[in-house]
């Protein structure tokens, strides 16, 4: 073989190993682990009155040192259900998937601090080094690896429609059928990019700082659904 190819290969295959090394490194310092039992810290921010039912058998959480996220399943009147109809039961049919996603280097942001941007082009986004949860399902979150944010904007791509704002002293947000959003910092660079293509889901997104402890909360549904939903949660 010649030795300008063999020089050839080994280089690329120095510069694939490499990036492997790197990629993982990233992974190992930057990435989300999962946790099964997190999901108690935030079980507070539902409303008393449906705790019972909120599933939490399946509760868990993906957790770095700046961020943790923590999936609940809330499922109206199933507390009533008895142990045959919860096995029988698919939760697509009238679960309300509930995310509460605490930034902790944020506690200091305000709620009115936090930009909403509507009908921004989202088509072509995409994070070029981070990672993606729950790839599979039929929201997939792409983060980047190691991000940061000294202020959050959220931007809300032009396929969807926002149905309604809501601002309180302490969280606002809006309710709608989303496309796409993501939340980009200060320097509006995408850290965080959610994506629903190639169905909508209509969504409560809320901002929430109580206790300097900032929050996002994001509760989404394959069925249409209003702001009477927040009744479910513990906003004080």
Known sequence: ??????????????????????????????????????WKEYSYLFDDSIIQDVDTFIASSYV???DIQTTFHYIP???????????????KDTA???FFWE???????????????ANQNLDNLKLKRGEILD??????????????????????DNHSKVNKYINEKN????????????????????????????FQKQVLFLIYNSNDRFYIIIIDSDKYFDESIMRILNLK
């Open 96 to 98: 309300f998937r509930v």
């Open 77 to 91: 009147n199933d507390s009533g259900r008895t142990i045959e109809e919860k096995f029988l039961y698919n939760p």
């Open 171 to 198: 969280y606002k947000g809006f309710i709608g059928s989303i496309n796409r959003m993501s939340f980009s910092n200060e320097n509006n660079e995408h850290e965080i990019f959610i994506d629903y293509v190639p």
């Open 64 to 66: 770095t040192k700046n």
């Open 103 to 117: 930034f902790k280097k944020l506690s200091h942001v305000k709620v009115d601090e936090v930009d909403i941007r």
């Open 135 to 156: 790839s599979k399902s039929d929201q997939r979150i792409s983060i980047h690896f190691g991000f940061e944010y000294e202020k959050m904007i959220i931007n809300v």
């Open 1 to 38: 073989m010649d030795k300008k190819l063999k020089y050839l290969l080994r280089a690329v295959a120095v510069v694939i190993i490499v990036y492997i090394i790197y990629f993982i490194g990233d992974y190992m310092i930057h990435g989300h682990s999962t946790d099964w039992k997190k």
